[in-house]
């Protein structure tokens, strides 16, 4: 079992930034690709990014394409996703995930066997 518990989120202007971190116990991370999803009311969960296990790969969505940055640091056992120059279309509950298969595309929820309980993050002026 892995526990993760995501933190940083909060409120920002559209334009500002924000860095959200995954903190994982019970396993070591180093064995599950990293995601983070976010979901808005009414709508699936949505990929946002993604990193490969040694932190080599990284993957993002067209809509955070450019303006954001996924890192890890398996000694720490933590996994964040930077977020910059934030739009209104951006305000979601954002989770991170751990899959450990290695077939399976990084983008897909179904992937990922354990995620966190999610924190807010809410872009308006």
């Known amino acids: 079992q892995v526990q993760l518990v995501e933190s940083g989120g909060g409120w920002v202007p559209p334009g500002g930034s924000l860095r959200l971190s995954c903190a994982a116990s019970?396993?070591?991370?180093?064995?599950?690709?990293m995601g983070w999803f976010r979901r808005t009311p009414g709508k699936e969960r949505e990929f946002v990014a993604a990193?490969?296990?040694?932190?080599?790969?990284?993957y993002y969505a067209d809509s955070v394409k450019g303006r954001s940055a996924i890192s890890r640091d398996n000694r720490k056992n933590t996994v964040s996703l930077q977020l910059n120059n934030l739009k209104p279309e951006d305000t979601a509950v954002y989770f991170c995930?751990?899959?450990?298969?290695?077939?399976?595309?990084?983008?897909?929820?179904?992937?990922?066997?354990?995620w966190g309980q999610g924190t807010q993050v809410t872009v308006s002026a």
């Open positions: 995930a751990a899959d450990p298969s290695r077939f399976g595309h990084y983008s897909r929820p179904g992937n990922y066997d354990y």
């Open positions: 019970g396993r070591s991370l180093s064995n599950y690709r």
């Open positions: 990193v490969s296990r040694n932190g080599e790969a990284t």
